[in-house]
Nanobody
């Protein structure tokens, strides 16, 4: 397993969760790591991404100001801190990594990622 996502669970609206994506050292050395989510009955969508070389993370409009992506190189881990959770945030959350650099405007494209974790379920109750 090259990517392991964890930290999901059940939380009330307005609550918070912090997801972790732990990678093997080789996978973590990839330039780009992203979080995607798949709500029930819907397609997988972009949430956030962070680059090892580009200084500014990218976020979907729906999570800006509420979610924060960060990386800890010492732990080979990328985090997704989620605040002010809403029922609409309910989904299976996946982390993904890409070999090589990618223009920032394409970070949202799930087809550009080469490695995927198994997903962790986040359920937000109203």
């Amino acid at each position: 397993v090259q990517l392991q996502a964890s930290g999901g669970g059940l939380v009330q609206a307005g609550g918070s969760l912090k997801l972790s994506c732990t990678a093997t050292a080789r996978t973590f050395s990839n330039d780009l790591t992203g979080w995607f989510r798949q709500p029930p009955g819907k397609e997988r969508e972009f949430v956030a991404a962070i680059s090892r070389t580009h200084g500014i993370p990218s976020y979907a409009d729906s999570v800006k100001g509420r979610f924060t992506i960060s990386r800890d190189s010492a732990k080979n881990t990328v985090y997704l801190q989620m605040l002010s959770l809403e029922p609409e945030d309910t989904a299976v959350y996946f982390c993904a990594a890409r070999r090589g650099r990618l223009v920032r405007s394409s970070w949202y494209d799930l087809h550009q990622y080469h490695y995927w974790g198994q997903g962790t379920l986040v359920t937000v109750s109203s």
